[in-house]
């Protein structure tokens, strides 16, 4: 009994004296550096970090971001046009030295002012800037290349977000990298006007009046009952996101994905339904498993509506946006990766044959997945949320030609191979009736045959020649 109190004492001890260390290095740290909450000290104007000529990353999943006493991060808006507004007060520079203080406190460098970190503003969000190169990016397209999109922060520093392989017409894919302290705790109102410096549009061809012009131009005037509908209950083409702005996490981040050639026409159910899950379950396995990810979300086809009888093509205004026939978004990190497929198309009726759109062998149900994806892997046979599925990356390398993914030797986020998937089971069930069936046939048959010779009277037996063998039988004789 003495033993038990003892230890007893000796436990709640370790959780006093282990709360009173974890308070005390909160309290030094408070002291000793800068605490910055995301939720309320950013807003949709909050400055671009930079930090070691890079895009400022976070260093933990926590809400707040971390910087040691006197740690120096770079805020950014712009020259001349978009200024700093500090505690409504301008100043012309386009960027500044932020040096953390205390708390919350940042001292601006030549300045010798401390404000809050929510005080520091730009005038509004950042302009970003495309910036083509010259690299080749997709291998059966000798017009695609790389185009990077981010900030040029002065005369030699351009610091990228993400990379667009673009042949002048279509955007093949967008690579950019998810981190792996990936959050979601900043509001950021979209934009309504999406940034064009690669179209030459004389109209919107997403406005939902011009796309319907363009549908019944395809249809000789009249749309098929089932187009019709969609579009009466809110069904239209989207600017579907390659790189979602969900996968980032500072405003000035989130709104270089507002480009023209970072999206392409996406119908809306699928743009909300399993597209969207697509992007949710990436992100989260990302911060889940705390994993740098590499993505690459990309189109792939035409879509064209041969089930009702016009087997063309696609193209939103005068040929100039095609509609993609797939998205896909390959997950990466390090030598293992996957591809999920999603089917930009929600008639039943054009995918009656849903071999059409399988370019790959579909994996999807021969592993157990992350839990991470069970959202996107229960919807996903869903037509109306954009039917989906993956497939191993190096396979589908083989169809979509990327020039600078090597090949890789495992799959992302599974957890263990089902030795029977729903499709073996189904067929080992439908084999093994077949069996049964036949082996009831045949008993059925045997007993047949056996009860009619039983049954036979000796003038029917002797009508077969076995009369003789019937009378000389002892079981007969009299």
């Known amino acids: 009994m003495k033993i038990f109190s003892v230890l007893v004492i000796f436990i709640a001890f370790y959780i006093n004296s282990n709360n009173f ?32 000529n890079k895009l400022y990353r976070p260093t933990n999943k926590a809400e707040t971001l971390l910087f040691s006493q006197n740690e120096i991060v770079e805020i950014y808006c712009e020259e001349w046009i978009n200024h700093f507004v500090i505690n409504s007060k301008k100043t012309f520079r386009g960027s500044l030295n ?15 002012i401390t404000f809050p970190f929510q005080d520091l503003k730009c005038k509004h969000l950042p302009r970003f800037t495309r910036k083509p190169t010259t690299i080749k ?21 351009f610091l990228s977000l993400y990379e667009s392989c673009f042949n002048g017409q279509r955007t093949w894919y967008t690579k950019y990298n998810i981190d792996k302290f990936w959050n979601n705790f900043i509001h950021f109102k979209r934009p309504t006007i999406f940034e064009n410096d690669v179209y030459n549009m004389s109209k919107n061809y997403y406005n939902t009046i011009i796309q319907k012009e363009k549908l019944r131009e ?18 239209f083409f989207n600017r579907g996101h390659l790189a979602a702005s969900s996968d980032f996490i500072f405003p000035s981040n989130k709104n270089l994905t507002f480009h023209l050639i970072n999206v392409a026409p996406q119908w809306s159910k699928f743009n909300s339904g399993n597209c969207a899950k697509i992007e949710t379950a990436t992100a989260n396995y990302a911060a889940k498993m705390s ?9 792939f ?42 089917v930009n198309d929600p008639f039943p009726k054009n995918i009656k044959n849903i071999s059409d759109y399988i370019i790959c062998q579909d994996i999807s149900d ?16 869903s037509i109306g949320k954009g039917y989906s599925y993956a497939c191993e990356l190096n396979e589908f390398l083989k169809i979509v030609k990327i020039s600078d993914i090597e090949k890789i030797s495992g799959i992302l986020g599974v957890t ?32 047949e045959k056996l009860s009619n010779h039983c049954l036979k009277k000796p003038w029917e037996l002797k009508a077969t020649n076995n009369y003789d063998r019937f009378i000389n039988d002892p079981k007969h004789k009299i």
């Open 21 to 52: 260390i974890k308070a005390s290095i909160q309290e030094n740290f408070t002291i000793n550096g800068c605490n910055v909450n995301l939720r309320t000290s950013f807003s949709q104007n909050s400055p671009l970090l930079v930090q070691d």
């Open 98 to 112: 932020a040096i953390c203080a205390n708390g919350n406190n940042f001292l601006i460098h030549g300045m010798n």
């Open 137 to 157: 990016c997709y291998n059966e397209d000798d017009n695609a290349v790389l185009h990077e999109i981010g900030y040029q922060i002065d005369k030699n520093r």
């Open 218 to 235: 395809i249809f000789s005037g009249s749309l098929p009952k089932e187009i019709q509908e969609l579009y009466e209950n809110g069904g």
């Open 291 to 299: 994993k740098n990810l590499t993505t690459y979300t990309g189109t």
């Open 301 to 342: 086809g035409v879509i064209n509506f041969k089930a009702y009888g016009v087997n063309k093509d696609f193209y939103l205004g005068n040929e100039i946006l095609p509609v993609p026939k797939l998205y896909y978004r390959i997950i990466m990190n390090d030598d293992i990766g996957v591809v999920l497929i999603g």
């Open 366 to 381: 021969d592993y157990k997945w992350d839990a991470s994806f069970d959202l996107w892997y229960t919807n996903r046979k």
């Open 416 to 447: 263990k191979k089902k030795y029977f998937n729903t499709y073996s089971v189904i067929i080992i069930i439908s084999v093994a009736a077949i069996f049964s069936l036949l082996a009831a046939i045949g008993f059925l048959i045997y007993i």
